[in-house]
């Protein structure tokens, strides 16, 4: 009975996270954002968990971008826009008045959908945030665990002076990877990442952000909902409200597990918008 | 895109029905072979599996490539998952129906017993029903329990066990003893027609709920000795 038990345990497929095992890291409650008086998502409620990735997906305009801003703060730097409710990280009010937003960034880092290296070498791009922090101590030894982390380092361990402007593009995308966790963050937010890369690059960086999850907590936001399926343990789906005024927000509409939005989501707009049949 | 995809899906579903009907035509066929002890029904029973078939390979054929091209997922996953399988169960079926002929030219010729005859036509008639059953339950996509189907189930496994007791009856002559052996495979072939038309039910349940149940539990069934 027990050789059977086991057995079945093993070639178990697909096993959902265990529920139990779930850590939040991030609490969002009643969570709105505003741009001026135009609200952009509204009432968000949700729990993103540690070391697991979420997938973050919905049309155009729903605030998927709007909400993974949110989560490092990056929303601070529109001077319209104005967050109300609560959003907790690691049980620490985000947006109280003790909390510095640039220790928020380094904590909480963020790979946007066009790679973006700075004009500088390779080194020194991994390099940058960690001389700004200060952190000189064994700074060759940091570059490379992050270029290894980033499965970077044995493409460039020979060239490491050259320019990364000359790195071809899904090498690019890895080396801002490479830099968001050279300053050893927590969760890495990654908004598009792979959308403007072609599907090698693309395989290469799903299978990275399977690595990372060992050690990171990672959210995504994606419009490509195969991507979602394939990398994704948890997937929120954002969808679009609209008030009687006609104007319209972002609502979080479903959230669960990947498996379960793929092959039985709860809500009619969620099985709509996976299937393709609107949104 | 949306469109074409949409219309392949349903033609698909167009082709499972009409296999449906193909094969409820199979059992009827081998009800009347069994009944008339005719040759050349049975023979024609034989033939008319291609018919069948070639509906069977257009759906194995063709799902793979939708899988490949739409990457169906949530209810259309579950969709295109329930005709693959339910498309297995009825060529299963026609198989048995096929074997159910081939028995009968075996046994031709044979002394035959009518109680047992009635015993086979009776859950024949049975599995039609279910298997109608399970197939409605799937193109209405209104499956609401799987009562009536296990329901149903049970005469079968009954008349099983009843005609198997008659069949011992029968006695010692050599001839009358291998009609009986051959009818007991028939029976056992109608039996599993119906444990096809529960497993056909319980996709239909599958599609709708979008979680996989098992209406009986073959390894803890009760109902049979």
């Given amino acids: 009975m027990e050789t059977i038990r086991t057995k079945i345990e093993i070639s178990g497929v697909a096993t959902p996270p265990d529920a139990r095992a779930r850590e939040a890291v991030f609490e969002a409650r009643g969570v709105s954002v505003f741009y001026g008086d135009q609200r952009a998502i509204d009432d968000v409620d949700i729990d993103i968990y540690r070391r697991l990735i979420t997938a973050i997906i919905g049309p155009s305009g729903c605030g998927k971008s709007t909400f993974i801003r949110t989560l490092n703060r990056m929303t601070d730097l529109v001077p319209s826009a104005r967050l109300t409710g609560e959003l907790r990280y690691r049980g620490i009010d985000l947006y109280g008045p003790k909390v510095d937003p640039v220790e928020v960034r380094r904590r909480i880092g963020m790979v946007f959908q066009k790679p973006n290296p700075f004009p500088k070498s390779i080194y020194d791009n991994v390099a940058y945030g960690l001389r700004i922090l200060g952190l000189k101590k064994d700074l060759d030894g940091r570059v490379e665990k992050a270029l290894r982390a980033a499965a970077l380092w044995d493409e460039v361990k020979d060239r490491l002076r050259d320019s990364a402007l000359g790195l071809s593009g899904g090498q690019q995308q890895r080396l801002c990877i490479a830099r968001a966790i050279a300053v050893e963050p927590e969760v890495i937010l990654l908004d598009e990442p792979a959308s403007a890369l072609d599907p090698i690059a693309t395989s290469a960086i799903e299978d990275l952000m399977h690595e990372l999850k060992r050690d990171y907590t990672l959210v995504i936001v994606t419009h490509n909902m195969q991507q979602a399926a394939r990398v994704a343990d948890m997937t929120a789906f954002f969808g679009l409200d609209v008030s009687p005024d006609g104007s319209r927000q972002g609502v979080l509409v479903e959230y669960d597990e990947t498996e379960k939005i793929f092959t039985n989501p709860s809500d009619k707009r969620t099985e709509g918008y996976v299937t393709g049949r609107f949104g | ?225």
């Fill in chain 2, 1 to 225: 895109m949306r469109d074409l995809y949409t219309s392949e899906l349903e033609e698909l579903e167009g082709i499972l029905r009409e296999e449906g009907k193909l094969v409820d035509r199979a059992i009827r066929g081998a009800l009347n072979v069994l009944a008339r002890d005719d040759l050349e029904l049975a023979d024609e029973l034989i033939a008319f599996d291609d018919e069948i078939d070639s509906r069977y390979l257009t759906i194995e054929q063709r799902i793979p490539s939708l899988l490949a091209r739409q990457t169906p997922v949530a209810g259309e996953l579950r969709l295109v998952l329930a005709i693959l399988y339910i498309n297995l169960h009825l060529e299963r079926v026609a198989d048995y129906c096929v074997t159910v002929a081939k028995l009968a030219k075996l046994a031709h010729g044979l002394p035959r017993d009518a109680g047992v005859l009635e015993a086979l036509e009776e859950m024949g008639e049975r599995c039609r029903e279910m298997l109608d059953t399970g197939l409605e339950y799937f193109y209405a996509r209104d499956f609401t329990d799987s009562q009536a189907l296990i329901d149903m189930d049970r005469p079968i496994d009954r008349a099983n066990r009843k005609l198997i007791d008659r069949l011992i009856a029968l006695g010692p002559d050599e001839p009358q003893r291998e009609w009986a052996m051959r009818m007991m495979l028939v029976s056992r072939c109608l039996e599993r027609v119906g444990d096809h038309a529960v497993d056909i039910g319980e996709q239909a349940a599958y599609l709708v709920r979008g979680r996989f149940e098992e209406f009986t539990d073959a390894s803890h069934k009760t109902n049979i000795k």
